[in-house]
């Protein structure tokens, strides 16, 4: 099983910026394909964020994080980020990243099979 860690949560200000690390550390070859980053606000269901691919560093973002939202990898740490700008109140969450170890749709949970334990992000206005 692949165990993700995640740092560099925070309280900002709209506007500001963060930046958040998923470190991974397990089986990350063979069957991990590809690294996903949700969010969850309370009382809200859990949102799909963005992905990037381990090979080439592909990604992929919901609509309403494109342009603000920048996920990148760095292969031989085994590390994933994503860089957010231009916060709003809204995005204000918990934020986990995941490793999707089989197929599946990346926009779904069910398809990533460990999760970290999940960044606290609080933006203010």
């Known amino acids: 099983q692949v165990h993700l860690v995640e740092s560099g949560g925070g309280l900002v200000q709209a506007g500001g910026s963060l930046r958040l690390s998923c470190a991974a550390s397990?089986?990350?070859?063979?069957?991990?394909?590809?690294m996903g980053w949700f969010r969850q606000a309370p009382g809200k269901e859990r949102e799909f964020v963005g992905a990037?691919?381990?090979?080439?560093?592909?990604?992929y973002y919901a609509d309403s994080m494109r342009g603000r939202f920048t996920i990148s990898r760095d292969n031989a740490k085994n590390t994933v980020y994503l860089q957010m700008n231009s916060l709003k109140p809204e995005d204000t969450a918990v934020y986990y990243c995941?490793?999707?170890?089989?197929?599946?749709?990346?926009?779904?949970?069910?398809?990533?099979?460990?999760w970290g334990q999940g960044a606290q992000v609080t933006v203010s206005s």
């Open positions: 990037i691919w381990w090979l080439g560093g592909y990604t």
């Open positions: 397990g089986r990350t070859t063979g069957s991990t394909y590809a």
């Open positions: 995941a490793a999707r170890t089989g197929s599946g749709n990346i926009y779904y949970t069910d398809s990533y099979g460990s």
